[in-house]
Nanobody, 121 residues
């Protein structure tokens, strides 16, 4: 059984930093992309960052150099270091691990339960 477990969400002040981590178990991730999406109620889930199986990193346009994604393949872990956080970054952040050939909602795509990030003074 594949398990995707996120950690690290919480409340942070504008301009602050936060680190999210995600560990995936139950599956070999050798050919998998791993990354983060976020969702605000009433809006579509959007890509935050993805660390691809080919070692390329992709970021959402809104990131603008504020976030850094990293991956530890030995630990089946992906992390997201977020800095210069803004109130607009408030959302539920979801970890996603999927085969490089799969789409986000395909059968070879696995999601965590989400961790809430709140940016507020």
């Amino acid at each position: 059984q594949v398990q995707v477990v996120e950690s690290g969400g919480g409340l942070v002040q504008p301009g602050g930093s936060l680190r999210l981590s995600c560990v995936v178990s139950g599956i070999s991730l050798e050919w998998f992309d791993m990354g983060w999406y976020r969702q605000v109620p009433g809006q579509q889930r959007e890509l935050v960052a993805m660390f691809q199986a080919d070692l390329q990193r992709k970021y959402g346009d809104f990131v603008k150099g504020r976030f850094t994604i990293s991956r530890d393949s030995a630990k089946n872990m992906v992390s997201l270091q977020m800095s210069s956080l803004e109130s607009e970054d408030t959302a539920v952040y979801y970890c996603n691990a999927r085969h490089f050939s799969a789409g986000p909602m395909d059968s070879d795509s696995y999601w965590g339960q989400g961790t809430t990030v709140t940016v507020s003074a």
